[in-house]
């Protein structure tokens, strides 16, 4: 399914705190047939009893777009319900896929030749959401000079003006959050994301020409540059 309605895409906003956990691979063309397959029959299954079992809040495979192949061309996202959930030993879902589907892990996942980045670890400030469905995802990253300016914009100006024209915008959801690991000057310590029910939507928003972009006054907000901005599409996700 392509809702996203958990997480980072999109619980209601009373459920900060979570803690999203972005994971890129680098899949070779030749393998990226199989590994669709595994990860929409099998993975999405197991990682939909951990939710239904309370162990994660929600899970989604994505895939890059615009890449070249040197680039990681997929992330797994993990959302849990708070730290502890994230670094207790039932957060490796996927080691429960023999009980599941029948697979011991070894077998499920044996003879790929997958390049794994390491994991990134940002725990959720705020989110809003329109409750409908969102199938494209831009990801921004960045280190702020003044890291409670922007979480103060970000809940008193940018999320009321979002949440007024989101909708019109072909915005389904927003949010903000900050890392926790790995940390460093060569790591963002900030992120938001921003989900649109279709491609054309969110470049309206990352050229500047969207309703929602176009809606905030940024003489009001605390500078802040992207150091790198992603667009993924989600492929496949757990549901509620």
Not at 40 to 59: E, F, H, R
Request: proline share 4%; net charge neutral.
């Amino acid at each position: 399914m392509k809702k996203l309605l958990l997480f980072i895409f999109l619980v209601p906003i009373y459920l900060s705190a979570q803690i999203a956990v972005f994971h890129p691979v680098k899949v070779p063309q030749n393998q990226a047939e199989k590994f669709l397959e595994i990860e929409t029959n099998y993975s999405q299954k197991i990682a939909q009893d951990a939710v239904n079992k309370g162990n994660l809040v929600w899970w989604a495979l994505m895939k890059s777009f615009n890449t070249t192949n040197k680039d990681y061309n997929y992330m797994w996202v993990n959302v849990y319900k708070d730290i502890d959930s994230a670094t207790s030993p039932s957060a490796s879902w996927w080691t429960n896929s023999e009980e599941i589907v029948g697979v011991k892990p070894q077998l499920l996942y044996d003879g790929w030749t997958i390049e794994s980045d390491r994991r990134y670890y940002y725990q959720i400030k705020g989110q809003i959401n329109t409750e409908e469905n969102g199938k494209f995802v831009l990801f921004n990253f960045g280190t702020p000079n003044d890291i409670d300016k922007v979480l103060d914009d970000s809940e008193n100006i940018v999320s009321p003006i979002f949440k007024k024209v989101m909708k019109s915008a072909g915005m389904t959801g927003w949010g903000y959050a900050t890392k926790i690991t790995p940390q460093g000057s060569d790591y963002a310590s900030f992120m938001t994301y921003d989900a649109f029910n279709n491609m054309s939507n969110l470049m309206k928003h990352l050229s500047g020409e969207g309703k929602a972009i176009k809606a905030l006054d940024f003489k009001r907000l605390e500078p802040l540059n992207f150091d790198s901005r992603y667009i993924l599409e989600v492929i496949s996700s757990t549901s509620n």
